[in-house]
């Protein structure tokens, strides 16, 4: 990732037994600390802001207390979330 001016992540948001993928801290060994811009998962759009994780938007029939209850950190729900248009 060097060099790299945004790097975005696609994932699912949770494991297959429902788990938060998005955690408070990493469990695994880390190549590089703080280098993610934006997180795309099945379930929001997240920003990864100095204030924290903004959530920008949640997928259709999510709301963000949704998004919230499985995800690890508290996220920052943006004051224009919108829903993700498919």
């Known amino acids: 990732m060097v060099g790299a001016k945004q790097v975005i992540i696609m994932m699912d948001h949770c494991t297959k037994d429902g788990a938060p993928k998005i955690l408070k801290e990493?469990?695994?060994p880390i190549t590089g600390k703080r280098c993610v811009n934006l997180i795309v998962s099945d379930l929001a759009v997240i920003e990864v802001t100095p204030d924290g994780l903004l959530l920008r938007e949640v997928a259709p029939g999510m709301t963000a207390e949704d998004v919230q209850k499985v995800t690890g950190p508290t996220l920052i729900v943006s004051p224009d979330?919108?829903?993700?248009?498919v």
């Open 26 to 28: 990493c469990s695994l």
């Open 81 to 85: 979330l919108k829903t993700i248009e």
